[in-house]
């Protein structure tokens, strides 16, 4: 052999046991095939990447958009039942006109739903109220916003149209509105038009809400329409307001199905 060369030999399965072990002389070596100690080595990280996931999930919903599906069709042309849509967490200012999600009980007084007798349902529930994903303790209805805190809304004027601050509303959005004809069957006539409702001032930090199909929509005023006279004693108290801290955000898009993908008119 040359000087130098070294001196190569076949490995043998001791060689590779030796190179492999950190362990100290006279220490006991694992005959544990090495699959099994890896699979058990990537348990952890693979649990820690799922609550890593959820967590983000979680916060993303919490703060940044949460989505949402359509449940009715109260705001139809604008949503349609089961349209999937995008709720901005970020905007906190309010507007007439803006599209909301908030938040309730089995009734708008309501924070939030009944306790459910199963168990298994209140977990869900629970794991929902977190991630934002399924069922939860909260109901969620959208509507138009349509008095913000301060404003005065009645219905209608001579030609139907909802005013606000005595102003009338232009709302192309509209669908299938309720009946009104002036002179026959309007907020003078008896009986009166459903479309029409007394004034209302809407309390701080509250809003009033309306859905843009009308005629299919328990709104805020739901109560207060057709059968409440402007001089009646409960013209002040029959409708029903959202507070601002059961807003959830204000709707930004469409995403599914896919023809309405967009955001909205």
Not at 53 to 77: R, T
Not at 120 to 148: C, E, F, H, M, Q
Not at 175 to 186: A, C, I, R, T, V
Not at 203 to 210: A, R
Request: hydrophobic share 35%; glycine share 8%; aromatic share 6%.
């Amino acid at each position: 052999m040359g000087r130098g060369a070294p001196n190569r030999h076949p490995a043998t399965e001791g060689d590779y046991a030796h190179d492999v072990s950190d362990a100290p002389p006279g220490a006991e070596v694992s005959s544990a095939p090495p699959g099994a100690a890896a699979a058990r080595r990537r348990k952890l990280p693979i649990l820690a990447e799922v609550a890593v996931a959820v967590a983000v999930v979680a916060l993303v919903q919490a703060f940044l958009v949460k989505p949402f599906g359509v449940p009715s069709q109260s705001m139809e042309n604008t949503l349609h039942i089961g349209d999937r849509i995008l709720v901005n967490r970020l905007d906190s200012t309010i507007e007439r006109g803006d599209v909301i999600v908030f938040g309730h009980g089995a009734t708008w007084q309501d924070s939030t739903l009944p306790s459910a007798d199963s168990l298994l349902t209140r977990v869900v529930r629970a794991v929902g109220d977190v991630v934002g994903i399924g069922p939860s303790n909260t109901a969620y209805t959208v509507k138009r916003v349509i008095g913000v805190p301060g404003s005065t809304v009645h219905c209608c004027d001579t030609e139907g149209r909802v005013s606000v601050d005595g102003q009338p509303l232009t709302e192309p959005y509209l669908f299938e509105n309720l009946p009104f004809e002036p002179g026959s069957l309007d907020c003078s006539s008896t009986p009166r038009s459903t479309r029409c409702f007394p004034e209302l001032t809407v309390p701080e930090k509250s809003y009033l809400v309306l859905g843009d199909h009308r005629s299919q929509s328990a709104d805020s005023v739901v109560t207060c329409r057709g059968s409440v006279a402007p001089t009646s004693p409960s013209a002040s108290s029959c409708a029903r307001y959202v507070p601002a801290e059961r807003v959830i955000g204000t709707v930004m898009a469409t995403f599914w199905p896919l023809d309405r993908f967009g955001r909205l008119p």
